[in-house]
């Protein structure tokens, strides 16, 4: 009741119902600028800038960077022909808008040639990279949008927005094949973490943004103005169709004070790379090196496993995998998390199940246990242990950094040095995770090995005691008592004791 209310109260403001089915269900939130939107903070992905190699190749993001009060940068597509300021629409456009409403039409006009020109000329060795991945996602992402009943075409929308790069990063942070920011992407139910960041993934990804379009057609009742609310926020464009009564994309976007630079070629954009991906030898495309379509199987695997341990044992290009499991930011998979479903080429499955008990845990760093003592915050442990305050918070499922108690053991993973240079080895306040069992095993055999021993004292700390020291180091009470014969039959120790430790 209350969506349907909100959706009647935009439809106030712009002067006329919007066009969407009874369906609808998104009511129009706050313009991407003012933070508060749950859609609209995609917007900020679709205006960020791919960083990849690719991107930085293409010279149309010196165009992209819409600054105020700015001059057209030289040789960029905007300068291919004059400004358009005629509000007079084709025909075409008429047409192709009133299908937008259903899917999303390929017309050609100057805005598109200029993209198309921009493609086949400066733009073209960029553009040459994209056709040679378009092949590898296209068909899979195309059966998404199917599923979710949205226009295939608007596959292309992707490839603007990063070049079908699953590894895509923007100078504002928005991340993979369709450039979600963090917060948008939790929102569509990705994962956005240490270990693991879906809006890499190609499937998931491809599923969250047919969903986020489809509540921006709900909204505008047109596929155009929807992929245009996607590079500025839905606010942008409410804004632009209230201020001209009008809702025909080319209309709007001949007017500079409707849309910045960015939004306003971003429809063209897509068009033009959908009609040369459609014919590409028409456009003088004839050689391109095609990837071939990504073709897997899920199968489990322990958790800490390093991808490139699984292409060892199954003989799959480690590229390859990486590309399939985007997802796996570090690489492995995660810990803590129990069997993880890795997706691996189908030829490779029944390799893979075969040798999987032959694949090492990947030991990421050394582990140890820290026991959260007064004045302790997960940043201090962290810089102690040349650790990362996120990794220890996942690592250990802390949802808050601040809720910490006393006497709380956390495992740290630990690098060999931290970063300005300190030793990061283990304090007495924590014990190595990866050590201890070893040095069980050669107590047991009457030997300890030099990187398991133990030093040779240990100066009692606030909280301590003879069995928790004696837990510490791996050994019993009586072999502390019995190396420290001044300790008493009570074994009661004070702060700043010094108490030797067996050898």
Same mark, same amino acid.
């Given at each position: 009741?209350?969506?349907?209310?909100?959706?009647?109260?935009?439809? $106030?403001?712009?002067?006329?119902?919007?066009?969407?089915?009874?369906?609808?269900?998104?009511?129009?939130?706050?313009?991407?600028?003012?933070?508060?939107?749950?859609? *609209?903070?995609?917007?900020?992905?679709?205006?960020?800038?791919?960083?990849?190699?690719?991107?930085?190749?293409?010279?149309?993001?010196?165009?992209?960077?819409?600054?105020?009060?700015?001059?057209?940068?030289?040789?960029?597509?905007?300068?291919?022909?004059?400004?358009?300021?005629?509000?007079?629409?084709?025909?075409? &456009?008429?047409?192709?808008?009133?299908?937008?409403?259903?899917? $999303?039409?390929?017309?050609? @006009?100057? $805005?598109?040639? #200029?993209?198309?020109?921009?493609?086949?000329?400066?733009?073209? #060795?960029? $553009?040459?990279?994209?056709?040679?991945?378009?092949?590898?996602?296209?068909?899979?992402?195309?059966?998404?949008?199917?599923?979710?009943? !949205?226009?295939?075409?608007?596959?292309?929308?992707?490839?603007?927005?990063?070049?079908? +790069?699953?590894? *895509?990063?923007?100078?504002?942070?928005?991340?993979?094949?369709?450039?979600?920011?963090?917060?948008?992407?939790?929102? /569509?139910?990705? &994962?956005?973490?240490?270990?693991?960041?879906?809006?890499?993934?190609?499937?998931?990804?491809?599923?969250?943004?047919?969903? /986020?379009?489809?509540?921006?057609?709900?909204?505008?009742?047109?596929?155009?103005?929807?992929?245009?609310?996607?590079?500025?926020?839905?606010?942008?464009?409410?804004?632009?169709?209230?201020?001209?009564?009008?809702? +025909?994309?080319?209309?709007?976007?001949?007017?500079?004070?409707?849309?910045? %630079?960015?939004?306003? @070629?971003?429809?063209?954009?897509?068009?033009?790379?959908?009609?040369? %991906?459609?014919?590409?030898?028409?456009?003088?495309?004839?050689?391109?090196?095609?990837? &071939?379509?990504?073709?897997?199987?899920?199968?489990?695997?322990?958790?800490?496993?390093?991808?490139?341990?699984?292409?060892?044992?199954?003989?799959?290009?480690?590229?390859?995998?990486?590309?399939? +499991? *985007?997802?796996?930011?570090?690489?492995?998979?995660?810990?803590?998390?129990?069997? /993880?479903?890795?997706?691996?080429?189908? =030829?490779?499955?029944?390799?893979?199940?075969? %040798?999987?008990?032959?694949?090492?845990?990947?030991?990421?760093?050394?582990?140890?246990?820290?026991?959260?003592?007064?004045?302790?915050?997960?940043?201090?442990?962290?810089?102690?242990?040349?650790?990362?305050?996120? =990794?220890?918070?996942?690592?250990?499922? !802390?949802?808050?950094?601040?809720?910490?108690?006393?006497?709380? &053991?956390?495992?740290?993973?630990?690098?060999?040095?931290?970063?300005?240079?300190?030793?990061?080895?283990?304090?007495?306040?924590?014990?190595?995770?990866?050590?201890?069992?070893?040095?069980? *095993?050669?107590?047991?055999?009457?030997?300890?090995?030099? %990187?398991?021993?133990?030093?040779?004292?240990?100066?009692?700390?606030?909280?301590? +005691?003879?069995?928790?020291?004696?837990?510490?180091?791996?050994?019993?009470?009586?072999? !502390?008592?019995?190396?420290?014969?001044?300790?008493?039959?009570?074994?009661?120790?004070?702060?700043?004791?010094?108490?030797?430790?067996? @050898?």
């Amino acid at each position: 009741m209350l969506k349907s209310y909100r959706r009647l109260l935009w439809g $106030f403001a712009l002067g006329t119902p919007l066009l969407v089915g009874s369906c609808a269900h998104q009511a129009p939130r706050a313009d991407k600028a003012s933070g508060g939107s749950k859609l *609209a903070a995609k917007g900020d992905a679709g205006a960020a800038r791919d960083e990849d190699d690719d991107a930085e190749d293409s010279e149309e993001e010196a165009e992209e960077e819409d600054v105020a009060n700015t001059e057209p940068v030289e040789n960029t597509p905007e300068d291919l022909e004059p400004e358009v300021v005629s509000s007079d629409l084709r025909k075409e &456009e008429i047409e192709a808008d009133r299908l937008a409403r259903q899917t $999303f039409p390929l017309v050609q @006009n100057e $805005f598109v040639d #200029k993209w198309i020109t921009y493609f086949t000329g400066r733009g073209r #060795k960029t $553009f040459e990279r994209w056709l040679g991945r378009s092949t590898r996602f296209i068909p899979l992402m195309k059966d998404v949008l199917r599923q979710d009943g !949205l226009p295939e075409d608007l596959i292309y929308l992707s490839m603007i927005e990063s070049g079908f +790069n699953v590894k *895509a990063k923007s100078h504002a942070k928005a991340v993979g094949p369709w450039q979600f920011i963090k917060g948008t992407g939790t929102r /569509y139910d990705l &994962e956005v973490g240490y270990w693991v960041d879906e809006r890499r993934d190609f499937v998931k990804s491809s599923h969250a943004a047919a969903t /986020y379009l489809k509540e921006l057609h709900q909204i505008f009742g047109s596929w155009y103005l929807a992929a245009a609310a996607y590079n500025a926020g839905e606010g942008k464009v409410l804004a632009a169709v209230r201020r001209d009564r009008s809702r +025909n994309f080319w209309e709007l976007s001949r007017k500079k004070k409707n849309f910045r %630079s960015e939004t306003r @070629n971003y429809v063209p954009k897509i068009i033009a790379a959908a009609l040369i %991906s459609k014919n590409p030898e028409r456009y003088g495309f004839a050689e391109i090196a095609y990837e &071939e379509p990504l073709d897997w199987d899920f199968v489990q695997v322990p958790e800490t496993v390093d991808l490139r341990g699984v292409a060892e044992v199954t003989g799959v290009d480690p590229e390859k995998l990486e590309i399939l +499991n *985007a997802e796996l930011v570090r690489g492995l998979t995660p810990p803590k998390r129990g069997p /993880y479903s890795i997706k691996v080429p189908k =030829e490779a499955k029944e390799r893979l199940i075969a %040798s999987i008990d032959k694949i090492p845990a990947k030991k990421m760093k050394d582990m140890v246990l820290h026991t959260i003592r007064r004045g302790d915050s997960l940043g201090s442990i962290a810089r102690r242990y040349g650790s990362d305050v996120q =990794e220890i918070m996942e690592l250990n499922g !802390l949802k808050s950094a601040k809720r910490l108690r006393l006497g709380q &053991e956390l495992s740290i993973p630990v690098r060999e040095r931290a970063s300005r240079g300190r030793r990061s080895t283990p304090r007495s306040g924590a014990r190595s995770r990866n050590a201890e069992p070893v040095a069980r *095993a050669a107590r047991a055999s009457g030997r300890t090995p030099a %990187s398991t021993r133990a030093p040779a004292s240990h100066v009692v700390r606030r909280g301590e +005691n003879l069995t928790s020291i004696a837990h510490r180091y791996g050994f019993t009470v009586p072999q !502390l008592r019995s190396v420290n014969p001044g300790l008493g039959t009570k074994g009661a120790v004070r702060v700043g004791q010094r108490l030797k430790l067996p @050898n």
